[in-house]
């Protein structure tokens, strides 16, 4: 059974540009994850989307977004690109809402130059 | 709002000791609750997980933790480290009606062979 897969592995913008990530759960998983693991800041939550629907959202500003589709796969834009963007994004699933595992992909490298 | 707290930073053992690694939470209501391990170049695995019922928890690899409800914590251990486990470990917490996971800080564990 496939994991958590996400694309690109490494993507490369300029400041000001913006970036799309994406990620497909689990199969039969309908809820997304979006956390951002910056150097020297551990992992911060970014969004959570269950069922088509934005359920929870990080501290962050809104240039990051997201959505997710009715395949349950999701996208994580971020607009503005600022340096400080920089970081692994990471993106995880679980089995509907409440008292699931959830489950990581190995990321998507974002560098802001 | 939840937290969580991982005592150390980075915890440096020779092959064999005995490791524990330190974790806390901040919440109120019932919780779920989780051990991650980020192996170098990988991504985040689940070490072990604490939903209900007994409080001593078996994980992958030899790891083990446990739940002490009185003092908000959830410790890792292993009788035996390897060189293998070297890696960064990150406690995290979740509200059991679902929704996103609370990390803490991580820990970097450097095993000496």
């Known amino acids: 059974e496939a994991g958590v897969t996400q694309s690109p592995t490494h993507l490369i913008k300029t400041r000001g540009q913006q970036a799309t990530l994406r990620c497909s759960p689990i199969?039969?998983?309908?809820?997304v994850y979006w956390y951002q693991q910056a150097l020297g800041l551990g992992l911060q939550f970014l969004l959570w989307?269950?069922?088509?629907?934005?359920?929870n959202r990080g501290n962050f500003p809104p240039r990051f977004s997201g959505r997710q589709f009715p395949n349950y796969s999701s996208e994580l834009n971020v607009n503005a690109l600022e340096l400080e963007d920089s970081a692994l994004y990471l993106c995880?699933?679980?089995?509907?809402?409440?008292?699931?595992?959830?489950?990581f992909g190995e990321g998507s490298w974002l560098t802001v130059v | 709002a939840q937290s969580v707290s991982q005592h150390n930073h980075h915890v440096i053992l020779s092959e064999a000791a005995s490791l524990e690694l330190g974790c806390n939470y901040s919440?109120?209501?019932?919780?779920?609750l989780f051990w991650y391990v980020q192996y170098p170049g990988q991504h985040l695995q689940l070490l072990l997980k604490y939903f209900s019922g007994d409080p001593l928890v078996k994980g992958i690899k030899g790891f083990e933790a446990e739940f002490i409800k009185s003092k908000f914590s959830f410790n890792l251990r292993k009788p035996s480290v390897q060189w293998s486990d070297t890696a960064e470990y990150f406690c995290?917490?979740?509200?059991?009606?679902?929704?996103?996971?609370?990390f803490g800080q991580g820990t970097e564990l450097s095993v000496k062979p």
């Open positions: 919440y109120g209501g019932t919780v779920n």
């Open positions: 995880a699933s679980s089995l509907g809402r409440s008292g699931n595992t959830i489950y």
């Open positions: 199969s039969g998983h309908t809820s």
């Open positions: 995290a917490v979740r509200d059991n009606q679902g929704g996103k996971l609370i």
């Open positions: 989307y269950d069922e088509g629907e934005e359920r």
